[in-house]
């Protein structure tokens, strides 16, 4: 069993910065991807950021531009920097990390982007 552990979440004003981590329990040298997805109030889950082993990038358009989806092996953590961030980020959002033999999700945590 694998754990994601994800922090980074908060409050912060329309125009500011967060990143995201995702701290996995077991090495993620041989992922076969890792992505980040959100969920508004009301709204279904969305990929906002993917990426696969091969180094293929795939970004919600509302976020391209804005959001980087990063990992660190040596620290088992997968990243999502986000910038010049709007009300309409507001979400909770969850990692998911996917080995050949598996696919795991973080347990979500919460952004909230005031006005």
């Known amino acids: 069993q694998v754990q994601l552990v994800e922090s980074g979440g908060g409050l912060v004003q329309a125009g500011g910065s967060l990143r995201l981590s995702c701290a996995a329990s077991?090495?993620?040298?041989?992922?076969?991807?890792m992505g980040w997805y959100r969920q508004a109030p009301g709204k279904q889950r969305e990929l906002v950021a993917a990426k696969t082993s091969g180094g293929s990038t795939n970004y919600a358009d509302s976020v391209k531009g804005r959001f980087t989806i990063s990992r660190d092996n040596a620290k088992n953590t997968v990243y999502l920097q986000m910038n010049s961030l709007k009300p309409e980020d507001t979400a909770v959002y969850y990692c998911?990390?996917?080995w050949g033999w598996g696919d795991y999700w973080g347990q979500g945590t919460q952004v909230t982007v005031s006005s």
């Open positions: 077991r090495s993620i040298f041989s992922i076969n991807a």
């Open positions: 998911n990390v996917q």
